[in-house]
């Protein structure tokens, strides 16, 4: 069964510091997501992507958040400098289309779980 | 503004005890209501995709349903294995990108 990849699955750094995470989403989906969950709270939207193209990114802190989707496929979401409420998991989704009338089934990897201390 | 609560926020049956987890969302032209399981340090996975009113979509031990303001996910004589986060959702006004409530955090007892 094709999964969403990501890596690395954890990662800790000291505030300041840069870091980047990658998602590899299913074959063939088109749509590719970004989400942040802090513990005990329903992942948020970060980013989302049509091909390599951002259509929402609306909630993301763009002072120090980036994410690039080069060649349509796979992904990398950057955080520089990285601060102590970043602390959180980093969750990738993808999902087949883009609808118009109703929304295609996003398909979530295991996510990156970032400490900064 | 779009919003999804859930309720209970914990719940603690013991095996074989029936129970349901209630979802209530705030938007208009609704495109899809998603539940999701997660476990503890893993990624959400996909259970069920409801899009009208009066849609119900079973798996297994669970069950959900949909109403104009409300869904349900109905578990029937759950088993330890059923222990978890069970997350809704629905895409938010204009895009894709899913609104999630805080969860339901749900225990099963042997």
């Known amino acids: 069964e094709a999964e969403v990849a990501q890596s690395p699955r954890y990662k800790i750094t000291e505030k300041s510091q840069a870091v980047a995470f990658w998602c590899d989403p299913i074959s063939g989906h088109a749509t590719l997501y970004w989400y942040r969950q802090i513990l005990g709270q329903g992942p948020e939207l970060l980013v989302q992507?049509?091909?390599?193209?951002?259509?929402?990114d609306s909630q993301l802190p763009k002072d120090r958040f980036s994410a690039e989707r080069l060649k349509g496929v796979d992904s990398t979401l950057k955080i520089q400098p990285a601060e102590l409420g970043d602390s959180a998991m980093y969750l990738c989704?993808?999902?087949?289309?883009?609808?118009?009338?109703?929304?295609?089934?996003?398909?979530f990897g295991p996510g990156t779980r970032l400490t900064v201390l | 503004e779009d919003q999804v609560t859930q309720s209970p926020e914990a719940l603690r049956l013991q095996e074989g005890e029936s129970s349901s987890l209630n979802c209530s969302y705030t938007v208009s032209g609704l495109r899809g209501l998603f539940w999701y399981r997660q476990d503890p340090g893993k990624g959400p996975e996909f259970l069920f995709t409801l899009y009208s009113a009066g849609e119900e979509k079973e798996k297994e031990r669970l069950k959900a349903t949909l109403t104009k303001k409300e869904s349900f996910l109905h578990i029937t004589a759950p088993k330890p294995e059923d222990s978890a986060t069970y997350l809704c959702?629905?895409?938010?006004?204009?895009?894709?990108?899913?609104?999630f409530g805080k969860g339901t955090h749900l225990i099963i007892q042997p």
């Open positions: 959702a629905h895409p938010r006004g204009g895009a894709d990108g899913l609104t």
């Open positions: 992507f049509q091909d390599e193209s951002v259509v929402d």
């Open positions: 989704a993808s999902s087949l289309v883009r609808g118009k009338t109703s929304t295609d089934t996003q398909y």
